[in-house]
DNA sequence: CTCTCTGCAAATTATTTGCAGCTGG
DNA sequence: CCAGCTGCAAATAATTTGCAGAGAG
């Protein structure tokens, strides 16, 4: 299975844990979840896993850059796999669903900005907090 | 003084606690500080605050528009005085410096990108992370 | 076998809340 | 006065860490 490449790849031994939260992350239809909701999903599905391994392994995975890490407002952090491109996120204020996108012209301008400032773009994130219209 | 009509407005009585943390946001030359550098300060110039009444303050002046809270990555939460027009950031990831800039052509894709979808923008939250270019 | 990993519980960090007393209007 | 405020300590919430045993290569 590809799992267990992207794990040995990253220098991970490949254990039960770690391929359980992966494919977690791969099958379950809600792209970004906390550390909790995988915990909880685990535990659904019959899994025997530690909360703090959750966070251990998604940790490790965000260093190698499986998952990315997501610190939207409310205090908890949020991961989503790595597998489809770069892309941000629109917020709804209301319901809390997250809608992904990308803007090519807002990524230029962004390199522009920092090109005029003298440096060199890392990373970023943009996110739109929205609501339906009414 | 111009604080105390700004404390009033909010419907928020004139005590020495929030007439001080308004000051220290005022006069400090770090315009971003955390709740903990607020009390820091505050204790540094002698003041006798609790850090449970920064945050409860701070908490208050969000809610009155009078300073912006953001969540940049590192688990918490940044204050800043609302008085200048919103701006985004700017992160240096070495020096941890924090550069605010606008871009009009940015915000106003963000506007359109949202419509498109059907929705109203009500807030956004765009950082930079960046690095001197060598 | 050995070194990495894991579970559990205890520790940290950031922030919030209950409550009895203080204070501004 | 007296409702709104404050300090302190205790309560939460999210995440991290220490440690002894389990498991991968």
Redesign the interface.
């Known amino acids: 299975m590809v799992e267990n490449n992207e794990l040995r790849k990253a220098g991970l031994k490949v254990t039960l844990p770690r391929v359980k939260i992966l494919q977690m992350l791969d099958t379950t239809e809600q792209r970004h979840m906390s550390a909790e909701d995988v915990y909880k999903a685990l535990m659904e599905a019959g899994e025997d896993v530690g909360l703090a391994t959750v966070y251990r392994v998604l940790t490790q995975f965000e260093a190698a850059g499986l998952v990315v890490r997501h610190?939207?407002?409310g205090g908890h952090a949020v991961f989503e796999l790595a597998d489809t491109g770069h892309h941000d996120h629109?917020v709804?204020?209301d319901t809390g669903e997250v809608?992904e996108?990308t803007?090519a012209?807002?990524e230029k301008?962004?390199r522009e900005?920092?090109?005029e400032?003298?440096?060199?773009?890392?990373?970023?994130?943009?996110?739109?907090?929205?609501?339906?219209?009414k």
Not at 119 to 130: G, R, S, T
């Open positions: 610190n939207f407002d629109m709804d204020v809608i996108f803007d012209s807002i301008r962004q900005i920092v090109e400032h003298g440096f060199e773009l890392v990373d970023h994130n943009l996110v739109l907090y929205i609501r339906q219209r």
